[in-house]
């Protein structure tokens, strides 16, 4: 059988990028069948790619004939497969739920084009080779996204735009001023080549520190998280959905190319590891405590994903944390968006989304409440879930390295998860105060219900699936044993679920 | 030539300092812009002097990439110019602090007068 | 030639004197319309002479049309931005800056 | 200390002097009219490294059209609440100076030991395009970067002045009575926008022509026509509409369709995508992107998703 050119790469930049235009042009209607459209398409062509990947291995393809270092190089591998899967799933889920809950009126005008050109900028990307090319991706899906926040133009989703915007512009001229220096000393911008070219010593450090710091900014890592909450909590739900699972994720792949791809001649990268981790730690605990204390849902779902990040600093300090990192990364993208679509539901519901409002959603709607619990599950860690065979995976690793400090931490981001949780089910099961009995409340549309359902089953679903896809994901170059200077050798993982 | 691009790569990193600086002390939301945009002249600055190290006429792809960040910051200046407006419409705030600080100095009210 | 290049030099410093004073005038005068009366000097005059500077230095007929163009187009530029400015002044009431 | 580096020495004098008025400046409209005036600095210092293509670009983008939307912005914040649009709030940081100091040094440290090195062995980007330049039809290689080598960079740019006029979409005053033209009609403007726009449209085609070998290219073209359209706006020959016409749309998106149909196009010749062939091809994509550019800087100079005639 004849596998997929390479080309086909193209075609998840542009089959959104068209479609974004044309949503220009014929207006929204044709958006929002277009967006879905493009997803079930995204996903055929990338059955044929993955075809192809288990067949060959990784393969790219040269812009313009050129081979970098001029030419922009797309390429795919285990990594950003998965990846590729992740923004298709979680898009589909998020354009059904914006079918209904956008629609096709003056709002979707407004949401289609926008929505759609950051799902090109996403994949592109995720593709991308090459340091600069990545920087405009991120700039456009920054752009579309920030934009997407306002979509209703209230007074809070304004001023978190605003806060997200002008932050992101610091972090990526951060970003920015690294990559010069990259190519100041190295003379290319693939970051493979570039990586190769790096000779060590400060100035290489100098331009790792500064990419690593913009896009710390802008995967929102903790301390430098105080734009996240209001700006994933005050936008429409299948926004704040993509905001979560996808638009962080994408700066922290970037981070993991930049580290563990460049393989940087470096000596002291553990103790930055050990920093970048801490701050992870930070990130789990904080994140965590935060979001016991909310009394809005969307800010409580929100500032679990400020905790949920630090999971995925945990590889920097424990190479043999990779595969579970990368398997929580896909967990949590799916379970937050599927979290904040049931959130969404719950809030258009009731109107609101003070806490203190949730008493006896369950009768009214059992299916948002039911996606809700499955998505909290797979984030908890419970089995069978993805969110569980991904702390498994960690806390083996943790456990083998004896990095007892990490196995606490593992354990007890759990137990907080579960507790701000808990709280939400707690509330949420109990009984309606008569006093509130002749509050009404709204149905909401049955896809918005059931694409919120389908990514929490898909989150739960990734428990079985561990093997299939932990055989995609390869060792980065610069975790292979052995291979990295700067960092301690990885164990050896026996992929698959426990 | 080497005196020039050290005199140059000088007044970038002066820029920039002066950039975060008022990014930091900004609080008018316009303010902040144009710190933003003097910190990011100073990137492209020290781009270009980068780019024009060695004999010859300055790397082609320095430039391009200039070009591309001028008109990324152009961009997202013009996002945050229209989120200001909107922000003004509906909040009458010119600011993202949570309490206004009482004005110091002068206001530019008298602005039409220049 | 020489006496070429000694009129480029000439030329050179009597524009850039013709600056100074608008710049000094700008500075100085007490009010917008001597100020504006300053500066508009230096946009034209100074601007001419360093324009046929540049001319006869070059010693092209096509450079010297383009400098030609150049300064006709300062020169429409800084009739109207000196009309609005003191048009707006003039509105406004106050003659002062 | 030669006459070079003499010069040299008086513009980064100006450029940081320039720099503190922005951030220092009591005022908010004296710090943006520095900021214009450091962006024309910036232009010269650029032209000065060896980059006219840079300065101009500088001059009519960051410069001119950034200013003149910053301007604009300020004169709206003023005009909905006089007293508080260009009031000036100060925060008391005492972290501020220090860390501004401390990244300053570092940024100098880091600067100034990168003059002095050159890039490790290994054949650098910017030399294998000076090398291919001699291959194709075009005298000017970042012309050549920017469309023939990385012409995908470019299209992704394209796509990031698009995303920020789609947010305009989002953001622009709901009604339409909000939209005032932005200046009355003055008998000399008339005179000036006779002379100034077909003048600007002269400038635009030779800038895009001669991208190929001179400095110019579809950028600054775009943005000296953006330019005339910022001055009919000014004026009030057009003016902002809530919605854009279908035709507007189309110019506004036609850089991408243009150049994403001949890019992906070649692959059906057995090319390499975006392996840009011939100079005719070049053209057409140079003026799709160059009417792309014009218009959407223009809008988001207007503020508004669209523009219209006024009506009689």
């Known amino acids: ?498 | 030539m080497t005196a020039s691009l050290t005199l140059y790569m000088l007044a970038a990193s002066v820029l920039a300092g002066l950039g975060i600086y008022g990014v930091l002390i900004a609080g008018h939301l316009l303010r902040k812009l144009l710190a933003l945009n003097l910190l990011g002249m100073a990137v492209l600055l020290m781009l270009i002097t980068l780019g024009a190290r060695g004999t010859g006429a300055p790397d082609p792809v320095t430039q391009a990439m200039v070009i591309t960040g001028i008109i990324i910051s152009i961009s997202a200046t013009s996002l945050a110019l229209a989120l200001l407006l909107a922000l003004q419409r509906v909040t009458d705030e010119t600011h993202l602090d949570a309490e206004p600080l009482p004005p110091v100095g002068e206001d530019g009210d008298a602005a039409g007068s220049r | 030639m020489i006496a070429l290049d000694l009129a480029v030099v000439m030329l050179l410093v009597v524009g850039c004197g013709f600056y100074l004073a608008g710049t000094i005038g700008l500075l100085r005068f007490p009010d917008l319309h001597s100020r504006l009366h300053a500066l508009t000097k230096a946009d034209n005059v100074g601007l001419m002479l360093v324009c046929a500077a540049m001319a006869l230095a070059s010693r092209s007929v096509r450079v010297a049309l383009l400098l030609l163009i150049v300064w006709a187009l300062a020169l429409l530029a800084s009739t109207v931005s000196a009309y609005l400015i003191a048009r707006h002044a003039h509105m406004a009431r106050g003659y002062r800056t | 200390m030669t006459a070079g580096t003499l010069l040299d020495f008086l513009i980064i004098t100006g450029l940081v002097w320039l720099a503190w008025q922005v951030v220092a400046g009591r005022e908010l409209f004296r710090a943006i009219i520095m900021f214009i005036a450091l962006g024309l600095a910036m232009a010269v210092a650029w032209a000065r490294l060896g980059a006219p293509d840079l300065a101009l670009a500088e001059a009519a983008i960051g410069a001119g059209l950034t200013g003149a939307m910053l301007l604009a912005t300020y004169r709206r914040l003023l005009e909905h609440n006089p007293a508080k649009g260009g009031q000036r709030y100060a925060r008391s940081s005492r972290l501020a100076l220090p860390v501004a100091v401390m990244s300053s040094l570092l940024v100098m440290l880091l600067g100034l030991t990168l003059v002095n090195i050159m890039p490790v062995e290994g054949e650098v980007a910017g030399q294998q395009a000076i090398q291919l330049m001699q291959a194709v039809p075009m005298e000017n290689p970042v012309t050549g970067v920017l469309l023939l080598w990385r012409g995908y960079d470019t299209l992704l740019e394209m796509s990031a002045l698009v995303a920020a006029w789609l947010a305009l979409r989002i953001l622009q005053p709901q009604d339409a009575a909000t939209l005032p033209p932005l200046s009355s009609s003055i008998p000399l403007l008339q005179a000036l926008l006779a002379a100034a726009v077909p003048i600007a449209v002269l400038v635009g085609g030779y800038l895009l022509h001669a991208g190929g070998k001179a400095p110019g290219g579809a950028f600054q073209a775009g943005a000296v026509l953006a330019g005339a359209g910022v001055l009919l706006g000014l004026t009030g020959s057009l003016q902002r509409s809530t919605r854009a016409s279908r035709l507007l749309r189309a110019g506004v998106v036609l850089g991408l369709i243009v150049f994403s149909v001949l890019g992906l196009g070649q692959l059906a010749f057995g090319q390499p995508a975006f392996a840009i062939p011939g100079l005719w091809t070049i053209y057409l994509v140079e003026g799709a992107l160059t009417v792309s550019i014009a218009l959407t800087l223009l809008l988001l100079f207007l503020g508004s998703a669209g523009v219209r005639r006024p009506a009689p």
């Open chain 1, 1 to 498: 059988m004849q596998l997929a050119p390479a080309e086909l790469l193209l075609s998840l930049v542009f089959a959104p990028l068209l479609a974004a235009i044309a949503a220009v042009m014929l207006g929204a209607r044709a958006g929002r069948l277009l967006a879905v459209m493009v997803c079930l398409v995204l996903a055929i062509q990338l059955l044929f790619l993955g075809q192809r990947f288990s067949a060959d291995g990784p393969f790219d393809l040269a812009l313009a004939g050129i081979a970098p270092p001029l030419g922009i190089r797309l390429a795919l591998d285990g990594l950003n497969l998965l990846l590729l899967w992740l923004v298709t799933l979680v898009y589909l889920g998020t354009s059904l739920h914006a079918w209904a809950s956008i629609g096709a009126g003056a709002r979707g005008t407004a949401f289609w084009p926008p929505w759609l050109l950051m799902l090109s900028a996403l994949n592109g990307l995720l593709l991308s080779g090459d340091l600069f090319t990545m920087y405009i991706g991120l700039e456009i899906a920054s752009l579309s996204g920030i934009s997407l926040i306002a979509l209703d133009r209230k007074a809070d989703a304004l001023r978190a735009a605003m806060r997200y915007l002008l932050l992101a512009m610091l972090g990526s001229l951060v970003y920015l001023l690294g990559v010069a220096v990259v190519y100041a000393i190295t003379g290319a911008l693939d970051f493979a080549l570039a990586g190769s070219r790096l000779p060590g010593g400060a100035v290489t450090i100098a331009a790792l520190l500064l990419m690593t710091g913009g896009l710390l900014l802008k995967s929102a890592i903790f301390p430098l998280h105080g734009w996240l909450p209001p700006a994933h909590g005050s936008a429409p739900p299948p926004e704040s959905a993509v905001l979560s699972a996808l638009l962080v994720k994408v700066s922290l792949y970037m981070l993991y190319r930049i580290w563990f791809w460049m393989e940087v001649p470096v000596a002291g990268l553990v103790s930055a590891g050990q920093l970048l981790a801490a701050m992870g730690a930070g990130a789990l605990v904080y994140g965590s405590i935060a979001a016991l204390r909310q009394q809005q849902l969307k800010y409580l779902v929100a500032y679990s994903t400020v905790a949920q990040l630090g999971y995925l600093m945990l590889v920097f300090a424990l190479p043999g944390a990779w595969q579970g990192t990368i398997y929580h990364l896909l967990a949590h993208g799916l379970a937050k968006a599927a979290m904040f679509l049931a959130a969404g539901n719950m809030i258009w519901a009731l109107g609101s989304d003070r806490l203190d409002r949730l008493p006896g959603l369950d009768r009214h709607i059992p299916a948002s409440v039911f996606a809700f619990a499955l998505a909290a599950v797979s984030l908890m860690g419970l089995p069978p879930s993805g969110g569980f065979t991904a702390k498994w995976l960690m806390l083996t690793a943790a456990w083998a390295a004896q990095a007892w400090v990490w196995v606490l931490l593992l354990l007890t981001g759990s137990l907080l998860t579960a507790a701000y949780l808990f709280r939400v089910f707690a509330l949420t099961f109990a009984p309606r105060s008569p006093r509130r009995r002749a509050q009404p409340v709204r149905r909401p549309h049955p896809l918005m219900e059931l694409s919120a359902l389908a990514l929490a089953m898909l989150a739960i679903g990734m428990g079985f699936s561990g093997t299939p896809l932990l055989d995609v994901l390869a060792l980065p170059p610069q975790l292979l044993p052995g291979a990295a200077p700067g960092l301690p050798a990885p164990l050896h993982l026996t992929p698959g679920a426990p």
